[in-house]
T-cell receptor, first 114, second 111 residues
Framework: DTGVSQDPRHKITKRGQNVTFRCDPISEHNRLYWYRQTLGQGPEFLTYFQNEAQLEKSRLLSNRFSAERPKGSFSTLEIQRTEQGDSAMYLC????????????FGSGTQLSVL | QKEVEQNSGPLSVPEGAIASLNCTYSDRVSQSFFWYRQYSGKSPELIMSIYSNGDKEDGRFTAQLNKASQYVSLLIRDSQPSDSATYLCAVTGNAGNMLTFGGGTRLMVKP
C-alpha cells in the first residue's frame, strides 16, 4: 500500500494551454474522487468514479474539465484552455466501497495559471 | 447559503486548553459527518466521524452532533502546538455519494 499518488506535484502553465494531471489510487480501491481546493477554502467536489464509470460530476464543473478512469485503475483530469481562475490544488482521493472512513487523499497537484 | 459553514478563524488557544470548533450544515437529510485535519501544504486526513446524535470520543477528540439544530462540533482537549492546523468539517448528503466540505477553521495552539 503506497498510498494515493498524484503527478505532477506542481504545474505552471500559461493561460489558454491544456493541462493533464494523473492520479494513481490505492490498488484495491474502486472509488476515486477529484476535488479542487483554493487557498483558505475547503476542498470542492469535482467528480467521482466507481471502477471505470464516472457516476457524478459537479454542476459547477466547466465543460473545459474532463476526467477519465480507463480500466478502473489510474485516473486523469484534463483542463482545456486554462484560465487564471483554474489556479488551485487538485486533490485526488480513493476509497474501497462507499464508506468515507477509509477515504485517503493524495498530496495533490498545485496548478498555477499565469 | 453555503451547504457547510465554518468560522474561518484563526482560533487561538493556549497549550493545554480545550479548543472548540463548530460547523453548521444546511441539508436536513445529511447522514454522515466527518472532521478532517489539514496541515499547511498537506492533504486532509480524517480524524473523527459521527453518524448519530450525541457525543463520540476518541482520545483527546470529541465530536458532537445535533441533527435537530444541524450542528456538529469538535472538541480538542489538552491542545498541543502540534494540533495547529486547519480543521475541515465534511458532510454527506442523502445519497451518500458526495462529501461536501466546509471552508475550514484555522486553529493555532500557542505554547
Amino acid at each position: 500500500d503506497t498510498g494515493v499518488s498524484q503527478d505532477p506535484r506542481h504545474k505552471i502553465t500559461k493561460r489558454g494551454q491544456n493541462v493533464t494531471f494523473r492520479c494513481d489510487p490505492i490498488s484495491e480501491h474502486n472509488r476515486l474522487y477529484w476535488y479542487r481546493q483554493t487557498l483558505g477554502q475547503g476542498p470542492e467536489f469535482l467528480t467521482y468514479f466507481q471502477n471505470e464509470a464516472q457516476l457524478e460530476k459537479s454542476r459547477l464543473l466547466s465543460n473545459r474539465f474532463s476526467a477519465e478512469r480507463p480500466k478502473g485503475s489510474f485516473s486523469t483530469l484534463e483542463i482545456q484552455r486554462t484560465e487564471q481562475g483554474d489556479s488551485a490544488m487538485y486533490l485526488c482521493a480513493s476509497s474501497l466501497g462507499t464508506g468515507y472512513e477509509k477515504l485517503f487523499f493524495g498530496s495533490g497537484t498545485q496548478l498555477s495559471v499565469l | 447559503q453555503k451547504e457547510v459553514e465554518q468560522n474561518s478563524g484563526p482560533l487561538s488557544v493556549p497549550e493545554g486548553a480545550i479548543a472548540s470548533l463548530n460547523c453548521t450544515y444546511s441539508d436536513r437529510v445529511s447522514q454522515s459527518f466527518f472532521w478532517y485535519r489539514q496541515y499547511s501544504g498537506k492533504s486532509p486526513e480524517l480524524i473523527m466521524s459521527i453518524y448519530s446524535n450525541g457525543d463520540k470520543e476518541d482520545g483527546r477528540f470529541t465530536a458532537q452532533l445535533n441533527k435537530a439544530s444541524q450542528y456538529v462540533s469538535l472538541l480538542i482537549r489538552d491542545s498541543q502546538p502540534s494540533d495547529s492546523a486547519t480543521y475541515l468539517c465534511a458532510v454527506t448528503g442523502n445519497a451518500g455519494n458526495m462529501l461536501t466540505f466546509g471552508g475550514g477553521t484555522r486553529l493555532m495552539v500557542k505554547p
